[in-house]
C-alpha cells in the first residue's frame, strides 16, 4: 500500500500541480516564487526528520506566472493544461 504525505489541496493551483516524487527539497522554487504559493512541508518522527518536501500553502495567491517551473531542475512542477 502506497502512502502519501500530501493531498490534492496541497499539491495543485490552477496553473501547476507538484509532482512530489521528483522533489528533491532544493527549495529553488519556494525561492522564485513572487506571491509565497509554494512552501516547505516536513515530516518528523519524533525528532527524526524523515522526509521533506514542497506543497502549495496558498492556492488561490497563484498567478500563474511559472516561475517556480522555471527553477525547478528536477521536473517536479508541472504545468496543468487547460485543453479540454
Not at 512541508?41 to 488561490?60: A, K, M, R, W, Y
Request: net charge negative; with cysteine; proline share 2%.
Amino acid at each position: 500500500m502506497e502512502t502519501s504525505l500530501t493531498n490534492q489541496e496541497n499539491t495543485c493551483t490552477a496553473f501547476i500541480r507538484l509532482d512530489s516524487y521528483n522533489c528533491t527539497a532544493c527549495w529553488e522554487c519556494t525561492e522564485a516564487c513572487p506571491n509565497d504559493v509554494i512552501d516547505k512541508s516536513f515530516l518528523f518522527i519524533g525528532n527524526t526528520l524523515v522526509h521533506e518536501q514542497v506543497i502549495i500553502s496558498d492556492p488561490e495567491k497563484c498567478a500563474g506566472c511559472l516561475k517556480c517551473k522555471q527553477a525547478c531542475e528536477f521536473g517536479a512542477i508541472n504545468i496543468i493544461s487547460n485543453n479540454t
